[in-house]
């Protein structure tokens, strides 16, 4: 934990009725600090040493991984009508002990990770504050230290609500989040990054002591109820996390937070009474923009009929805005009430899956490629196969590794039917691109079977709901039309939930309506076998253990029926990749003898890429990889690699070329740097005179080595190769008439 002296000074908070406000009255007051043992490791909680001007800050420490959380409140902005929540996460490479690449020596732009980790602190949080409070939320993570074992993506949602609860904002924590690693069978709480590595599941659970409000993990082909038991052996710990959060609140001795109730809108009971029927009658039956024109319509009655003539005010105050708020509160009901009564929009039962379409090989020329469709939701997929140079590196305070599989989702305007600029990927493009890529990544070869390089792009061409799991199922069938040999197939569902009190409803492959007024958004991901990728949003309180293990369920059964459709468009990868995509070859040498195939300068190796037109990488653990556009060049590079970098075998037989002539014998190059030296006497089975008598520089010939000694030098012999043919021919010379007049001179002379 961070040194201090005993006592610090604390500004005091004066609360008023906007949350934030502090006065610059002083008061000496201690640290205040709260641990206890989780998962074998002290986790501490601490405040009123760092940031005392923020409405909270907190200090979490696990291990010596150490993060800073600020949360600060503001007034809300005029004319706004939703919750204004931000969450930023960053990590320093001072953390780790690390400079940052680059010249400015700088963090930029948020990370991939960090934009994720942000993510993964606002999901929890969110539904967390009451209904109708619009103030100012803003909640600051940084990674102060990380010891290189334990993650502190976990430790800034802990932080961010034990920031929140000493905050003046009515938060109503307080929730928790652990991480749960799978080793050997067992579950593992907090695991280090090492047995991360080498486990099977990566699972983050976030909730209250009552229930659970977020999850997101991913594991090799998790059975249901594996996953079920994982998360509620999680639980057991967030509930001792949240303990630990209500101890410091009390160490602090806080007061209790009051949020007054919104004013009832003035014409909802109106909407209701006048357009409930017609709303309802409006969303059974009718594709997405058929239900939208028809609200749209209405709405526009109702405005027309209480505000003719573009007013925006009645005479006794009531606004324009009110009335749209009534018409979607009454909109919201109309949907949440027909799906308690077991009614879908599009009139399907509850567990039914949308109409499904698939195809592969849509675009030509494209390594791979696919199109999903269910419903009104539409991924397009394509496949890029490339060299060990199109890996792409990785470098941060807490990973530093090569990605060789890539998965960028693109969400544009015209999926929705709107019109917007087009610019980078945003928070949400990237939260979903990554629980696409990691739940496919299960599935995929190991370098040593397909040293490819893979990139997926998947495009979503039309959405209603769920494009993150369509964007796993068009990837899926697009790997496989990429000839990529994948262990098993992987489909995405999406599950919803309607809850009201003790009665609830799951709803199988949620359209976009029903995931905006529902309850849950629970996409699981996965193979026939099990599960590879799991995530739940809530926008209530959490949810039973009863409604995760029927969601686990009825999303297997769901998972199940999806790949039996999607695999009438393909069954198992194609054979053979793209005639478009490189050839690749791997093979694997001592690596002592690398710098042989180099060469002096990269001489050796520059040569042998621009004579077979090949890319050739190689690793530090001899790991040789070979790329071309043909076949052929790539087999013929992997030939010289092979001769040039083997082992000489004594009694193993080569077919040299004569690099230099002597008066005592020829050098001959048996493998590409491998020079041997065949003595004079070995060059015939008869007397030699003079060694040009028989070969020159460039002649090839069959030696076989006889000797290699203790410094490496190789002994050949033609006169050997020359008796084992001679018994074939019937006699020696024969065996050597290929050889000309010089030999049998030479024979004659003996």
């Known amino acids: 934990m961070i040194e201090k002296l005993s006592l610090v000074r604390l500004l005091s908070v004066n609360r008023h009725e906007r949350a934030g406000v502090r006065t610059q009255k002083e008061s000496i007051v201690e640290q205040t600090t709260v641990e206890r043992e989780i998962g074998g490791r002290t986790f501490s909680l601490s405040t009123g040493y760092l940031a005392k001007q923020a409405s909270g800050a907190v200090v979490v420490q696990y291990g010596e991984t150490v993060v800073f959380v600020a949360a600060q409140t503001g007034p809300p902005r005029p004319g706004i009508d939703f919750f204004p929540l931000t969450c930023d996460y960053r990590e320093r490479f001072a953390a780790a002990g690390k400079f940052p690449g680059g010249f400015l020596k700088r963090e930029g732009r948020p990370s991939t990770r960090e934009i994720l980790t942000a993510r993964l602190t606002d999901r929890p949080i969110r539904p967390l504050f009451p209904k109708g409070y619009n103030d100012e939320v803003q909640l600051v993570s940084n990674a102060l230290a990380y010891d290189g074992e334990n993650d502190p993506d976990v430790l800034s949602i802990n932080g961010a609500s034990a920031a929140l609860m000493i905050s003046p904002a009515p938060f109503q924590g307080p929730i928790a989040a652990v991480r749960v690693g799978m080793v050997d069978d067992e579950l593992v709480l907090f695991p280090t990054r090492e047995e991360l590595k ?95 024109a028809a609200i749209d319509a209405i709405r526009a009655e109702l405005i027309e009929e ?58 030509p020329r494209i390594h791979g490629s696919a199109v999903f469709t269910r419903g009104e939701t539409q991924a397009v997929a394509q496949i890029t196969l490339g060299t060990a140079r199109d890996t792409q590196r990785v470098d941060g305070p807490v990973e530093e590794f090569e990605k060789r599989f890539m998965l960028d989702y693109n969400f544009p305007s015209y999926s929705v039917g709107e019109c917007r600029p087009i610019r980078g990927p945003g928070r949400r493009e990237i939260g979903h691109g990554m629980l696409a890529e990691r739940s496919v990544a299960w599935v995929l070869p190991t370098a040593e079977k397909f040293p490819y390089t893979i990139r997926m792009i998947s495009d979503i061409t039309e959405s209603n709901g769920s494009s993150s799991m369509a964007s796993v199922c068009s990837g899926t069938l697009a790997l496989m039309d990429a000839g990529v040999p994948i262990s098993q197939p992987v489909a995405g569902i999406s599950i919803g939930l309607i809850k009201e009190g003790d009665k609830w409803q799951l709803l199988t492959d949620i359209m976009g309506d029903e995931d905006h007024h529902g309850d849950m958004d629970f996409k699981i991901a996965g193979t026939g076998k099990g599960i590879t990728g799991i995530q739940l949003d809530l926008k209530i309180d959490g949810i039973s253990e009863d409604i995760i293990r029927a969601t686990l369920e009825q999303g297997r059964n769901a998972r199940r029926d999806l790949l039996r459709i999607m695999l009438q468009a393909i069954s198992r990868p194609r054979k053979e990749i793209s005639q478009y995509a490189p050839r690749l070859l791997q093979t694997k040498i001592d690596p002592e003898k690398i710098g042989l195939l180099i060469g002096p300068g990269g001489k050796t190796i520059r040569a042998m890429q621009e004579e077979t037109g090949t890319q050739i990488d190689i690793n530090n653990d001899g790991t040789v990889t070979i790329a071309a556009a043909q076949a052929s060049g790539a087999e013929e590079a992997l030939a010289r690699i092979e001769a040039m970098t083997e082992e000489v075998k004594v009694g193993r037989t080569y077919k040299g070329k004569v690099s230099s002539v002597k008066d005592f014998g020829a050098f001959i190059e048996i493998a590409p740097g491998k020079d041997g030296l065949c003595h004079i006497s070995e060059l015939s089975d008869g007397f030699v005179k003079n060694v040009s008598d028989i070969c020159k520089v460039g002649d090839e010939l069959e030696v076989k080595v006889i000797a290699v000694d203790d410094q490496n030098r190789v002994k050949l012999s033609r006169k050997a190769v020359l008796a084992e043919q001679a018994p074939a021919a019937g006699n020696s010379d024969d065996g050597d008439s290929d050889e000309g007049d010089s030999d049998e001179g030479d024979s004659s002379e003996g």
């Not at 991913?218 to 594996?226: K, L, R, Y």
């Not at 357009?275 to 594709?287: D, H, M």
């Not at 006794?316 to 949440?336: E, N, S």
């Open 198 to 292: 080498e486990g099977t599941l990566d699972l983050i659970v976030a909730g209250s002591k009552e229930s659970v409000l977020m999850i997101e993990g991913f594991g090799n082909q998790i059975p249901e109820d594996v996953m079920a038991d994982a998360i509620m052996f999680a639980h057991e710990a967030v509930v001792d996390l949240c303990g630990l959060q209500e101890e410091l609140v009390a160490a602090l001795n806080l007061p209790a937070k009051e949020f007054p109730e919104a004013e009832e809108n003035p014409f909802l009971g109106i909407v209701r009474e006048k357009a409930y029927g017609r709303i309802r009658e409006a969303k059974v039956g009718k594709s997405k923009a058929e239900r939208y």
């Open 306 to 363: 209480f505000f003719p003539n573009g007013a925006t005010e009645t005479e006794d105050g009531k606004t324009v805005g009110q009335l749209k708020q009534a018409v979607y509160k009454t909109d919201h009901q109309a949907i949440r009430d027909l799906l308690l009564e077991g009614k879908r929009l599009d009139g399907r039962e509850l567990g039914a899956l949308r109409h499904v379409e698939s195809e592969v090989g849509i675009i």
